[in-house]
């Protein structure tokens, strides 16, 4: 009898968060089919007295978006494919390999995760300069190559993997690269998948280093793109309306990507069970 009230109790709070975690999105949403007058009109109102769905078209034929978001993905996919294969190569040697200086090695990397990510940019911007990948694709995936979270996220799920397991895929003769493939990942699917999407989010909502090292338009990312909109079109915030209807093609590939993939992760957290 009191777990019930309790559990409503908990559900109640739940629904509260979600609708507070949700209220950006619909306002960003409902303000883009309102006029400039009714988005500062006060008390608000929750939906427009006659929506005015042509600014979402208005708002896509005054820039390139799709030129845009095909730029933040197509970067972001090739940086995940990146980012997961070397962290998990790296993992794997910091946890199935025995050499010397393991240990220090694995806290250099660390040390390097609490830098502020600000102070590496001029370095950063120096390096790609002497190669000459500035404005360039290449250099924004090359300079986003290495995830330091990748490495100890992905070390911490090899840890998990039953050493007896491994000893006896070795015994049989498996390589690493069939201990990695065959017994690893089955185990520890839920780790790539959770990166993945991590990364994923990350590199598409990445805005400041774009930013300094991109300068042609047809390489700007979503991010840098959304400004020079709010600059250029949106008059420095004059048309918040286009601005908003902007925003959520910004925000829709992520909404996207949530519905078809939720099931791949729900999938992979609930199946702990281990695979022969």
């Given at each position: 009898?009191?777990k019930?009230?309790?559990?409503?109790?908990?559900?109640l709070i739940?629904?509260?968060?979600?609708?507070?975690?949700?209220?950006?999105?619909?306002?960003?949403?409902v303000?883009?089919?309102k006029t400039?007058?009714?988005?500062?009109h006060?008390?608000?109102?929750?939906?427009?007295?006659?929506?005015?769905?042509?600014?979402?078209?208005?708002?896509?034929?005054?820039?390139?978006f799709?030129h845009?978001?095909l730029?933040s993905?197509?970067?972001?996919?090739?940086?995940?494919?990146?980012?997961?294969?070397?962290?998990?190569l790296?993992?794997?040697?910091?946890?199935?390999?025995?050499f010397?200086?393991?240990?220090?090695?694995?806290?250099?990397?660390?040390?390097?995760?609490?830098l502020p990510?600000?102070a590496?940019?001029?370095?950063?911007?120096?390096?790609?300069?002497d190669?000459?990948l500035?404005?360039?694709?290449?250099?924004?995936?090359?300079?986003?190559?290495?995830?330091?979270f990748?490495?100890?996220?992905?070390?911490?799920?090899?840890?998990?993997?039953?050493?007896?397991?491994?000893?006896a895929?070795?015994?049989?003769?498996?390589?690493?690269?069939?201990?990695?493939?065959?017994i690893i990942?089955?185990?520890t699917?839920?780790?790539?998948?959770t990166?993945?999407?991590?990364s994923?989010?990350?590199?598409?909502?990445?805005?400041?280093?774009?930013?300094?090292i991109?300068?042609?338009?047809?390489?700007?990312?979503?991010?840098?793109?959304?400004?020079?909109?709010?600059?250029?079109?949106?008059?420095y915030?004059?048309?918040?309306?286009?601005?908003?209807?902007?925003?959520?093609?910004?925000?829709?590939?992520?909404l996207?990507?949530?519905?078809?993939?939720?099931?791949?992760?729900i999938?992979g957290?609930?199946?702990?069970?281990l695979?022969g």
């Open positions: 009898m009191i019930t009230p309790i559990l409503v109790i908990k559900h739940l629904i509260f968060i979600s609708i507070m975690m949700i209220f950006p999105f619909f306002w960003m949403v303000s883009a089919l400039k007058e009714e988005i500062f006060f008390p608000p109102t929750l939906w427009p007295e006659k929506p005015m769905w042509n600014q979402f078209s208005e708002a896509w034929s005054m820039a390139p799709d845009y978001i730029n993905v197509f970067t972001a996919v090739i940086i995940i494919f990146i980012q997961v294969l070397n962290s998990a790296i993992a794997y040697a910091f946890t199935q390999m025995r010397r200086g393991r240990n220090f090695l694995f806290s250099i990397i660390l040390i390097t995760y609490m990510v600000a590496t940019y001029v370095p950063s911007y120096v390096i790609l300069a190669f000459n500035l404005d360039s694709y290449k250099g924004l995936i090359l300079s986003n190559a290495v995830s330091v990748g490495i100890f996220l992905f070390r911490q799920a090899f840890l998990q993997v039953p050493k007896e397991l491994i000893e895929a070795r015994v049989d003769g498996a390589k690493h690269w069939t201990i990695i493939w065959r990942l089955p185990i699917k839920e780790t790539f998948i990166f993945a999407l991590i994923f989010v990350q590199n598409y909502n990445n805005y400041l280093w774009p930013t300094l991109t300068t042609s338009e047809s390489k700007y990312l979503i991010t840098t793109g959304l400004r020079q909109f709010f600059i250029q079109e949106g008059a915030g004059i048309q918040w309306p286009l601005i908003m209807a902007a925003s959520t093609f910004a925000v829709l590939p992520l996207l990507l949530f519905v078809f993939i939720q099931k791949w992760i999938s957290i609930s199946d702990q069970g695979k």
